[in-house]
């Protein structure tokens, strides 16, 4: 796979596997992505703080398998971004927009709104919650730890993220009952 299609793919997967902001991705420096430990740490966010961010295991497999396609395409980077356009320097947010929407084409993900980057970033903490409820995890104490990571300022703000799909509230609905926190 070309380096265009690496770094999307790589890209993508990043944003729907951490929650990052596609503006945080792209401004990733080298420095930034511990490979060893499987530690983001994410400048200039929306609040203008720094944070780190775990990745799993399977995230770092793929982060790594891009620097080996990155670094044979460009031996010498023009500059200390992590994620590089096709002509080898810092991958721009239109850069971005562009190829996500070519590869949601591509996928025939164009039938009504159209998928955006940042919402793989809503999906990253629905999908959190849900797993959470399956879990039967306490919820509602955990949802500080997931504001945490997505860097908000308060987790309130989080709750933006959280709207109510039919699956999530099915497993409150029934986690409620089962729990005896309704009639």
Do not use: C
């Not at 993220?161 to 999530?168: A, F, I, M, Q």
Request: hydrophobic share 40%; aromatic share 8%; proline share 4%.
């Amino acid at each position: 796979m070309p380096l265009r299609g690496r770094t999307m793919a790589t890209l993508i997967g990043l944003l729907a596997s951490s929650g990052l902001r596609s503006g945080e991705v792209v401004r990733l420096d080298r420095s930034d992505v511990d490979l060893t430990n499987g530690v983001l740490l994410v400048r200039k966010t929306k609040f203008r703080k720094d944070r780190l961010v775990p990745v799993h295991t399977t995230t770092q497999a793929a982060l790594r398998h891009y620097v080996r396609v990155r670094d044979a395409a460009f031996p010498q980077p023009k500059d200390q971004a992590f994620f590089l356009s096709s002509r080898g320097n810092r991958l721009s947010a239109t850069g971005l927009k562009n190829g996500f929407t070519e590869v949601r084409k591509l996928a025939g993900l164009d039938d009504g709104k159209p998928l955006r980057p940042h919402d793989l970033r809503h999906r990253f903490a629905v999908t959190r919650l849900s797993l959470w409820h399956q879990q039967r995890a306490n919820v509602q104490a955990l949802l500080p730890l997931l504001a945490t990571y997505l860097g908000h300022a308060s987790y309130s703000d989080t709750a933006y993220y959280l709207t109510g799909s039919v699956d999530l509230l099915a497993m409150a609905a029934e986690r409620a009952f089962l729990d005896g926190g309704a009639a």
